[in-house]
Structures are given as C-alpha cells and as structure tokens.
C-alpha cells in the first residue's frame, strides 16, 4: 500500500507545471457540467420494491425527455447477473426487459452492469497465488478469478457457483444485449486492472469502464492520502477546458470516476436540488465536469434505524440467509417514500428550468454520448507527421521531467499515452528496418502496459545505433500487435529490451525510439540515459498493489469531450 500524496515536486516531475503555466490566460466563460443520471437495481430479492422503482423511473425520464427534448435525458440501469434473470423471469407477467430494450432502442435508457452485489460478497472468486511465482502467473491467476466472476451462474443467495450456468456479465448480456456499462468487477486491489479489463474485452469491448471511486469505498478507504491522489489524476487528465476530470482513457477502456476530489462525489437524487447546487458551487468550472447522480436510491424505501446498520437489502439477504426478504416494520411509509421521489423530480425541473439554461452547453448524457465524444486514434491510422508531432512534444516534455518520463504525446489536440508511444514508434522504425524509411502512417493498435512495471532505472552508459534501435523494434513488433485474445495475451509493452548487448527498461527503450524517430539516419548515435519508469499517472494513482503491478499507468490518457451537436 503507498501513500499517495500530490506534491509540487509531482507536477514538476510531471510536467503539469509547465502545462498551467502556459495556460494563464483565464478562461472567460464557466464550461459545462454533464449530469449522468444512474439507478442500480441490484435487488432479486424484494421484488416488488425494484418494480416499482423502475417502473417509477422509466415514467420520470420518459416524461422529462419528452418535455425537455434538447437536454437528452437518459438514464443507465445497471443490473447484475441475479437481477438480470430476476427481471427476465417477471417479462412475462410485466413487460419488464420489453421495457428496458424498447428504451436501449430509443436512446432512452442504457443497460449496465455492476457486479458491486453479485451474490455473494464472501464467495466472489480470488485469485489463487498459492503456486504463482513470477509476475506472469499472478497476472494469470486473477485473469481466471475475473473471468469466472464475469460468467458463471451463482446461486442467488449462497453464491455457490456452477460452472454448468451462466451468469454475472454474461447472464446480463444475454437477456439485455451488450451493456453500455460496466463496474464493480474490480473488488480487490486499485493501481490498475488489466487482467479483468483483458477479460472484460473477451464479451464486450465498447462500455465505459469504472474509474476511481469514493474514498469510503473498500479498498480506497485504507489508503492514506487518497484525496490527494485522485485529485491528482484528475488534473493529469484534464489538461485543457474540454477534458473533465472525472473521464480518462486506461487500457483501452473510456472510464468514468465517481470522484476527481473532495468537491466531486455521487449524488442521490432523492437528496433534492440543494445537495447538487453545493456540488455545483464547489466545481472548478475551468474544466468540464461529469458528475454522477443516482435515481431511486435504496435509501429512500428503509427507515433510518435499519439503514444505519445494513449497506442494503442485498447485504442484510446474505447476511441472514433465513430472512431473505426485508423484514416487516423496515421499510419507509407510503408518504415518505412518495416524498423521496417528489424531491427526486424537484431536482430535475431544477436542471431543466434552471440550471441547462444558465450554463450553454451543459446537459443530461449517457454512456454512448460519452464514447461518441471522446474520440481515440485507436483503431485508426496515425499520419507520420502527426506522430512526429507527438514525439516533439514527448521529448520537449522530458527535458523537464528529467529522470521520469513525462506523462502522455500531444499532437493535433489528441494525447497519447506512453503505451501508445511505445506502439505506434516501434512499429514504425521496424519500418524503417525493413524498407529502409519510415512509413507514411502507423496504424495504433490497442496495447496493454508493461507486465513488470521495473523499479530498476537502468544502465547509465553506453551508446546504440538507430540501426540498432530499428533492429530491436522489428524483433518485438509482431506479437506488440497482436491483438488477438488468449489468456495472456502478447500485445504487452516489453519490460526490457536488449539492444546490442545493453538492457534497456522500457522507458529507457521509448526514448531512445524517440531520438531515432526524429533523427532516423541508420548509423546516428545515441547515448543512453538512465530513466525511472514511473510517470505522472503511476506517481500519483493511489494504489493498493505491488509497484512492480502497476504497468496499466502507462495506458492513462486523457479524453477530450467534444461537444455534442
């Protein structure tokens, strides 16, 4: 565990410094705020309490969308396996998944999935490191916990599972489709989650993805100094006014956090206008913000005394197993809860009425507006003069972070991570060893970082050739882009590289990639230069595990949100 504490010598070392100081032209006009409307109906057990809060919900963001059409109310209902199957069970008798697909088709609403409370906490699946001896078969061994959690069919209230079944993230796509979604699959550790993300991948490679969440959730609650790490993410990945902190790219994955600071949390909507109106006014406006708030929250049906105690009817079944359903005298009065959402539709004629007016541009979103506006390279071909561009800027940035490399590529407005830097330099100075030039473009392929993320700096003397740099890169560049799935997939930044007999660490390797990319005559030389492999992003995340585990901190970046039409 590492105490994660934001610094002046972390934005120096960053290079985020530099990034504010040329920024001091003040930004006039405040940015907007996307509300993401949410509402987890996790309960197979009280059955008729998660009926009507649907169906109470599907009325409310039915209604509003058709009054207010320009503010695009959307609503993401996230389920899990056992309330998937729950909900497919009643279609019959009450239309429910027809209702939930009539609005995935119309835009209206989104399905999820959360594996948060998949039955049941104390039998989700570990990783087994019992025989893992290096850091591959650890990488292994949560791989295949993950995707058991992801399949397979789990009693709904022991959670035993049977391999024979399905359930969790399959269960809820096959009765909803491909979710637009995805969170509470990562329980255990915080510092990167590529072994879940890489079996995430194998059923669905388009949701967004969990990011950072609340300091009072587990395992974030045991990390000193939390505040400030997440704080500092979130200025890493907002570098300019369209970029929210809360929103960044990791492993592929677009993923949205329910935190960027002490100012920034979840939001219940029952609270009512005045808890979002402080949120609001704490809001550095500077920066886009998406922030997250939650509709018919469980709260609202449990009277106070039984909600101290129990986190939610889900914990208190598995709990008490003998006692499934929420017992008599537990739940809330008719007129109270009728008050709860009276509050609930109070704060969304306050944004309607109000606050979208005020604040232009500022709006409802869903997922897929998410993913529409945040745009990668990914996938596509990166022109050599835009990459040029990129390493210009990468190696200007490393001048000042000295021993670090600095934290992402700039060119033409779009960043790219150090893993995208990796990828894309490789495969085309292996050009260059082939055909003896670089090529016009190169296409950026989704790449995993590094398996060992080595604390060793490196060799601090010696020299290579671009020749023999090329030489190295046409060595690595083929399972570098290989994206095919497998339990350990090849497409991994390499830990080491030797190059004429010398042991490079992969950040070593990236820069010299740089120098020769921008100097690609064959018999140039370069000196090598001793380089931590931390950067910004793996300097501040808060973590939980090894460092040596944290190689999914060279894939961050940020994600610009371009505005919607």
């Known amino acids: ?71 695009g109310m959307a609503a993401l209902l996230q389920f899990t396996g056992a309330s998937s199957q729950s909900f497919a069970d009643f279609n019959r008798a009450a239309g429910l998944v027809d209702t939930v697909l009539d609005g995935v088709r119309r835009g209206v609403l989104e399905a999820g999935y959360d594996g948060s409370g998949e039955p049941a906490y104390f039998m989700w699946p570990r990783p087994n490191f019992r025989n893992a001896k290096t850091l591959r078969d650890r990488w292994l061994a949560r791989g295949e916990a993950a995707g058991w959690f992801l399949t397979e069919y789990k009693d709904q209230l022991t959670g035993e599972a049977d391999s024979g079944g399905s359930g969790g993230l399959k269960k809820t796509q096959e009765i909803f489709g491909e979710v637009a979604s995805i969170t509470g699959v990562t329980p255990w550790e915080l510092g990167g989650d590529t072994e879940i993300v890489h079996q995430v991948r194998r059923h669905n490679q388009n949701a967004i993805m969990a990011g950072l969440p609340e300091s009072s959730v587990w395992p974030a609650k045991n990390i000193h100094g939390y505040g400030g790490g997440v704080a500092g993410i979130g200025s890493l990945v907002s570098p300019e006014p369209d970029f929210a902190p809360e929103i960044f790219w990791q492993d592929g994955f677009l993923r949205s956090s329910n935190t960027s600071g002490p100012k920034v949390h979840l939001l219940s909507a029952h609270a009512g206008p005045a808890a979002l109106k402080k949120v609001l006014e704490g809001l550095d406006r500077s920066r886009v913000h998406v922030i997250r708030v939650e509709l018919a929250n469980i709260e609202m049906y449990l009277k106070p005394d039984f909600n101290k105690g129990v986190l939610d009817p889900i914990r208190f079944a598995y709990d008490n197993p003998k006692l499934v359903t929420l017992p008599p005298g537990t739940t809330r009065a008719k007129d109270e809860i009728d008050a709860a959402y009276g509050r609930e539709e109070e704060l969304m004629r306050w944004l309607v009425s109000d606050f979208f007016s005020a604040n232009p541009g500022s709006r409802f979103i869903s997922s897929s507006n998410l993913k529409g506006m945040a745009k990668t390279s990914v996938g596509s071909d990166v022109p050599r003069e835009t990459l040029a561009k990129a390493v210009a800027s990468l190696l200007a ?47 950026l392929n989704p790449v995993y970082g590094p398996v060992d993320f080595d604390q060793d700096q490196g060799p601090s ?81 808060p973590v939980t595990r090894k460092l040596s585990e944290i190689g999914a901190m060279w894939t961050i970046k940020p994600a610009r949100l371009r505005r919607l039409d």
């Open 1 to 71: 565990m590492r105490i994660c504490t934001l610094t002046l010598l972390v934005l120096v070392a960053t290079g985020q410094l530099v990034t504010a100081v040329s920024q001091t032209k003040e930004i006039a006009a405040k940015q907007p705020v996307y509300v993401y409307l949410y509402c987890r109906l996790d309960d197979q057990f009280n059955t008729a309490i998660t009926q009507e809060r649907f169906k109470r919900e599907v009325a409310l963001i039915e209604r509003y969308r058709k009054e207010h059409p320009k503010y």
């Open 461 to 541: 003397q010696g020299a290579v050739t671009v020749v023999s740099i090329a030489r190295a890169c046409a060595q690595l560049v083929q399972p570098l882009n290989n994206t095919a799935w497998k339990p350990f997939p090849d497409n991994f930044v390499p830990s080491r590289v030797v190059v004429d007999g010398t042991d490079l660490n992969a950040a070593q390797f990236l820069y010299l990639m740089a120098e020769a990319f921008s100097a690609p005559s064959p018999q140039n030389k370069l000196n090598v230069r001793t380089c931590q492999m931390s950067h910004g992003p793996a300097l501040v995340f």
């Open 397 to 443: 940035e490393w001048k000042i972070t000295g021993n670090h490399p600095p934290s992402f590529g700039l060119a033409d407005g779009e960043y790219f991570s150090l893993a995208d830097m990796f990828q894309m330099l490789a495969t085309s100075l292996a050009e260059l060893d082939r055909k003896g030039s670089l090529p016009a473009s190169v296409r």
